[in-house]
């Protein structure tokens, strides 16, 4: 199942290396230090022996996007030994289910409405918890995309600011799928702008952390700014769900 799916361990130690370099120099052409950007591999479909070879080249954040994948593999980590993992929850999180987002995951990247916002503040004040998260944006306003627009950000901002089981660290978004990846800076433009108005309006909070960029798109992103890049395909080979 691991050879069919997904890179080998050697391929996958490989990719990481060109993924890392190629963060390397887009930083370094926007006049940023590499340190300053995270790189958390994306290993949703992937089974544990993927993570494991991550691992093993030095790869110790990894995001997932459902919660029920996340959960048997945090498990799994665990019963091998690889406790240096930091586990991110990058998908969407049902209203429904905000009490399995209450975990041992270091950053929700997906808090992407009020309800969600205020049942997982809740979830986590019961397990006496202050969960670390980021507002997913939906910049360009797309019908099919999660997450806050801009306006309704910053209308929901003072609320969201006063939920006492999370606390903010920046935002969130997803550039629409393009062949082009220069096509997609004008997004990740918008966001850095809008993470300037909330830090403005908001000092109070802490705005610093911009999750934005994917295989297609990463090095324009790191040039518009962003400290965190999700990268999946790039690393584990190409999914096939
Ligand atoms: C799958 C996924 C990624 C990574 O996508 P790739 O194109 O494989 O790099 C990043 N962010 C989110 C939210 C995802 O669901």
Same mark, same amino acid.
């Given at each position: 199942m691991y050879l069919d799916q997904s890179n080998t361990a050697v391929q996958i130690a490989e990719y990481l290396a060109d993924v890392r370099e190629r963060m390397d120099r887009a930083a370094r052409r926007a006049g940023?230090?590499?340190?300053e950007v995270t790189l958390v591999a994306v290993s949703k479909t992937h089974p544990i022996e993927a993570i494991q070879a991550a691992v093993a080249a030095g790869q110790f954040d990894f995001g997932e996007n459902r919660l029920e994948e996340l959960w048997p593999k945090v498990e799994q980590a665990r019963a091998l030994g690889l406790d240096q993992i930091r586990w991110h929850m990058i998908g969407t999180i049902q209203s429904r289910k905000?009490? =399995?987002?209450?975990?041992?995951?270091?950053?929700?990247?997906?808090?992407?409405r009020m309800k969600v916002a205020s049942r997982l503040s809740r979830d986590a004040q019961e397990a006496g918890r202050v969960l670390d998260v980021l507002c997913e944006v939906n910049v360009s306003a797309e019908a099919s995309k999660h997450g806050f627009t801009p306006d309704e950000l910053l209308a929901a901002a003072p609320a969201l600011l006063e939920l006492p089981g999370i606390r903010v660290h920046g935002l969130m978004t997803m550039a629409p799928l393009?062949? =082009?990846?220069?096509?997609?800076r004008p997004t990740f433009r918008s966001l850095r702008q809008l993470r300037e108005r909330l830090a403005e309006r908001f000092p109070q909070a802490d705005w610093s952390q911009l999750s934005m960029g994917m295989t297609n798109d990463f090095e324009v992103a790191i040039e518009e700014g962003a400290t965190i890049v999700r990268i999946g395909s790039a690393i584990f080979g190409a999914r096939t769900e």
């Open positions: 940023r230090e590499p340190r905000t009490r =399995d987002a209450v975990g041992p995951f270091v950053l929700i990247h997906s808090v992407d393009v062949e =082009d990846p220069e096509a997609t």
